[in-house]
C-alpha cells in the first residue's frame, strides 16, 4: 500500500514537531509526523528536569512540559502525528518506507523533512575494556529507565564526561536515589559552564576530575568498580561504584540520511545542507540535532521553524538553487552547520553558525578566510568550549565569492 501525503516529517522531537507547526497552516494536503516511539517530544519527554523552551517559547519548562506543550502546538496546526511508526528506508527519492504495528507500508511526499536526532555514543563505541556487567548506561537511556518504566539504578555512580548532559544525568540519578562520586572529563578542565559546575557541585558534592578516563569497567553481573587513569601521569586507580553513565559524545541519527545517498559531512557526520536546510536531494530537507549533535532544543526547534520556508518554496515549484560555497571548520574547531552558504540566499536560522570546538578559548576570535583573502574576524565574548555548541555570526561569511574556493573557519 503507498499511501500520499504533501510533506512527511521524519522524527517527532523539538525540530519534527515544530517544522510540521509551522508547515500545516500553510500546505494544502497532509503533514505527516512519523515518530518510532509510542509518543512524541523526542529526547525532553524522558529528561524531567527545568531548562527547556527559552529561545523558542520564551518560556523556562520541565523537558516533559515542552514535549506536550509542542505536541500540542504541532496537532493544533493541523499536523497528523503518527506513533510507533519507525521509517526503515526508502522506497524512491521521497517515498519512506514505514514499519508498524498496523502493518508496513510506502509514504510518498512531496517533501521529506528529517529531523531523526542524535544519540551519545554508548560504551562499546567508546572502546572502554573490562567485564560486561550490568548498570552502564547513556543518559539518554537512564532517562528512559528512571523518568518512563520507573526502574531502580544503583546507589554509586561514575560519570564519564563533564559536560552540560552529564549534570542533567547526575539530576537524575539523584531523583533516583544514587549518588554520583565522580565526574571525569579527559579535557584541561571540566566542559560545562561554571554556572552549572559550581552549584553542581556544592548540592550534590561530586568530585570532577579533569585530565582523567574511564579505561576499564569491572564486575560479574553488576558493576563493581571502574579504573580511572590519569592522563598526564598515567597513574591508575579504581573507584568502587555500581552504575556507570557514559554522557556525551553524540553521534547523529544518521542511517536514513546515508541510506538515501544524501551528501554527508565528515565533521558533524550529519546530512550536508546550506543555509535554508536543503540536503543535496532536491525535496529533502534536515533539521536539528541531527545537523549539529548537539545544540539545545530550542535551537532544535527553531531549525524546524527555519526549515519551512525552504520546504514551501519546493512545494510551490521554486526549483533548488545550485552551487555555493562550502565551509571548512579548521582544527581546533571539529565542525561548522550549515557547511553550505549561497551569497545573497537566507541566512542560517538565527543568522549563526553553529561550531563544535575541541579546545577551550575564553575570548575566541574567529576568522574566516577565501582564497587567503579575510572576509571577517569577530572576537567574541562568549567562551568556545568542549562539550557544547559554540555560535557565530553569520555575518563572518556572508561576503563570501560565490566563485571563489572553500571559506576557511578557524578559532585563536
Ligand atoms: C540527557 C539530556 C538532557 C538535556 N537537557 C536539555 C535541557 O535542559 N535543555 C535543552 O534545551 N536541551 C536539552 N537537551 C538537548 C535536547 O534534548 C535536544 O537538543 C533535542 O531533543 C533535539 O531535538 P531533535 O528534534 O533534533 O531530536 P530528538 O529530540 O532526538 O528527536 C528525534 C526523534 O526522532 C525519532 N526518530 C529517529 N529516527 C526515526 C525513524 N527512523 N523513524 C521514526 N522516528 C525516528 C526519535 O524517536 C525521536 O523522537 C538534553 C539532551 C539530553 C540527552
Given at each position: 500500500?503507498?499511501?500520499?501525503?504533501?510533506?512527511?516529517?521524519?522524527?517527532?522531537?523539538?525540530?519534527?514537531?515544530?517544522?510540521?507547526?509551522?508547515?500545516?497552516?500553510?500546505?494544502?494536503?497532509?503533514?505527516?509526523?512519523?515518530?518510532?516511539?509510542?509518543?512524541?517530544?523526542?529526547?525532553?519527554?524522558?529528561?524531567?528536569?527545568?531548562?527547556?523552551?527559552?529561545?523558542?517559547?520564551?518560556?523556562?519548562?520541565?523537558?516533559?512540559?515542552?514535549?506536550?506543550?509542542?505536541?500540542?502546538?504541532?496537532?493544533?496546526?493541523?499536523?497528523?502525528?503518527?506513533?510507533?511508526?519507525?521509517?526503515?528506508?526508502?522506497?524512491?527519492?521521497?517515498?519512506?518506507?514505514?514499519?508498524?504495528?498496523?502493518?508496513?507500508?510506502?509514504?510518498?511526499?512531496?517533501?521529506?523533512?528529517?529531523?531523526?536526532?542524535?544519540?551519545?555514543?554508548?560504551?562499546?563505541?567508546?572502546?572502554?575494556?573490562?567485564?560486561?556487567?550490568?548498570?552502564?548506561?547513556?543518559?539518554?537511556?537512564?532517562?528512559?529507565?528512571?523518568?518512563?518504566?520507573?526502574?531502580?539504578?544503583?546507589?554509586r555512580a561514575v560519570i564519564v564526561g563533564a559536560e552540560?548532559?552529564s549534570w542533567?544525568?547526575v539530576?537524575?540519578?539523584?531523583?533516583?536515589?544514587?549518588?554520583t562520586v565522580l565526574m571525569t572529563s579527559e579535557y584541561d578542565k571540566p566542559e560545562a559552564?561554571?554556572?552549572?559546575r559550581v552549584?553542581g557541585r556544592?548540592?550534590f558534592g561530586v568530585l570532577v576530575r579533569a585530565r582523567t578516563r574511564v579505561v576499564?569497567?569491572?564486575?560479574?553481573?553488576?558493576?563493581?568498580s571502574v579504573e580511572i587513569e590519569n592522563l598526564d601521569t598515567g597513574q591508575r586507580h579504581r573507584v568502587p561504584c555500581?552504575?556507570v553513565i557514559t554522557t556525551g559524545?553524540?553521534?547523529?541519527?544518521?542511517?536514513?540520511?546515508?541510506?538515501?545517498?544524501?551528501?554527508?559531512?565528515?565533521?558533524?557526520?550529519?546530512?550536508?545542507?546550506?543555509?535554508?536546510?536543503?540536503?543535496?536531494?532536491?525535496?529533502?530537507?534536515?533539521?536539528?540535532?541531527?545537523?549539529?549533535?548537539?545544540?539545545?532544543?530550542?535551537?532544535?526547534?527553531?531549525?524546524?521553524?527555519?526549515?519551512?520556508?525552504?520546504?514551501?518554496?519546493?512545494?510551490?515549484?521554486?526549483?533548488?538553487?545550485?552551487?555555493?560555497?562550502?565551509?571548512?571548520?579548521?582544527?581546533?574547531?571539529?565542525?561548522?552547520?550549515?557547511?553550505?552558504?549561497?551569497?545573497?540566499?537566507?541566512?542560517?536560522?538565527?543568522?549563526?553558525?553553529?561550531?563544535?570546538?575541541?579546545?577551550?578559548?575564553?575570548?575566541?576570535?574567529?576568522?574566516?578566510?577565501?582564497?587567503?583573502?579575510?572576509?571577517?574576524?569577530?572576537?567574541?565574548?562568549?567562551?568556545?568550549?568542549p562539550g557544547?555548541?559554540?555560535?557565530?555570526?553569520?555575518?563572518?561569511?556572508?561576503?563570501?565569492?560565490?566563485?571563489?574556493?572553500?571559506?576557511?573557519?578557524?578559532?585563536?
Amino acid at each position: 500500500m503507498t499511501e500520499r501525503v504533501r510533506v512527511a516529517v521524519i522524527g517527532g522531537g523539538p525540530a519534527g514537531l515544530t517544522a510540521a507547526a509551522a508547515l500545516a497552516p500553510s500546505v494544502a494536503g497532509d503533514v505527516l509526523v512519523l515518530e518510532r516511539e509510542v509518543e512524541t517530544g523526542g529526547i525532553p519527554r524522558h529528561s524531567d528536569h527545568p531548562g527547556y523552551g527559552l529561545r523558542d517559547l520564551r518560556r523556562f519548562m520541565s523537558g516533559p512540559e515542552y514535549a506536550r506543550r509542542l505536541t500540542g502546538s504541532a496537532r493544533e496546526a493541523g499536523a497528523r502525528l503518527e506513533t510507533e511508526a519507525m521509517v526503515t528506508g526508502w522506497a524512491g527519492p521521497r517515498t519512506l518506507e514505514v514499519t508498524s504495528p498496523r502493518g508496513r507500508r510506502l509514504v510518498e511526499a512531496d517533501a521529506v523533512v528529517l529531523a531523526t536526532g542524535a544519540r551519545e555514543r554508548p560504551r562499546p563505541a567508546r572502546l572502554i575494556a573490562g567485564d560486561r556487567p550490568d548498570g552502564v548506561y547513556t543518559t539518554g537511556q537512564l532517562q528512559n529507565l528512571v523518568h518512563l518504566h520507573h526502574r531502580e539504578v544503583g546507589r554509586r555512580a561514575v560519570i564519564v564526561g563533564a559536560e552540560l548532559v552529564s549534570w542533567s544525568a547526575v539530576l537524575t540519578l539523584h531523583e533516583a536515589g544514587c549518588r554520583t562520586v565522580l565526574m571525569t572529563s579527559e579535557y584541561d578542565k571540566p566542559e560545562a559552564y561554571t554556572a552549572f559546575r559550581v552549584p553542581g557541585r556544592l548540592a550534590f558534592g561530586v568530585l570532577v576530575r579533569a585530565r582523567t578516563r574511564v579505561v576499564a569497567i569491572h564486575g560479574k553481573g553488576r558493576v563493581t568498580s571502574v579504573e580511572i587513569e590519569n592522563l598526564d601521569t598515567g597513574q591508575r586507580h579504581r573507584v568502587p561504584c555500581d552504575t556507570v553513565i557514559t554522557t556525551g559524545d553524540w553521534i547523529p541519527d544518521h542511517e536514513l540520511a546515508r541510506a538515501a545517498g544524501l551528501d554527508l559531512d565528515e565533521g558533524t557526520r550529519g546530512p550536508r545542507v546550506d543555509t535554508s536546510l536543503a540536503t543535496s536531494v532536491p525535496g529533502v530537507f534536515a533539521a536539528g540535532n541531527l545537523l549539529h549533535p548537539v545544540d539545545t532544543a530550542d535551537v532544535a526547534a527553531l531549525d524546524g521553524r527555519h526549515v519551512a520556508a525552504a520546504v514551501l518554496g519546493h512545494l510551490a515549484g521554486e526549483p533548488a538553487p545550485g552551487g555555493g560555497v562550502p565551509l571548512v571548520a579548521e582544527a581546533p574547531l571539529r565542525w561548522v552547520a550549515p557547511q553550505l552558504v549561497r551569497p545573497g540566499g537566507p541566512p542560517p536560522s538565527r543568522g549563526k553558525l553553529l561550531l563544535w570546538s575541541d579546545a577551550f578559548r575564553t575570548l575566541p576570535r574567529v576568522t574566516a578566510t577565501q582564497d587567503g583573502r579575510v572576509l571577517g574576524r569577530a572576537r567574541l565574548p562568549w567562551p568556545a568550549a568542549p562539550g557544547r555548541v559554540f555560535r557565530v555570526p553569520y555575518s563572518l561569511v556572508a561576503g563570501a565569492d560565490p566563485a571563489g574556493g572553500p571559506v576557511r573557519l578557524t578559532l585563536a
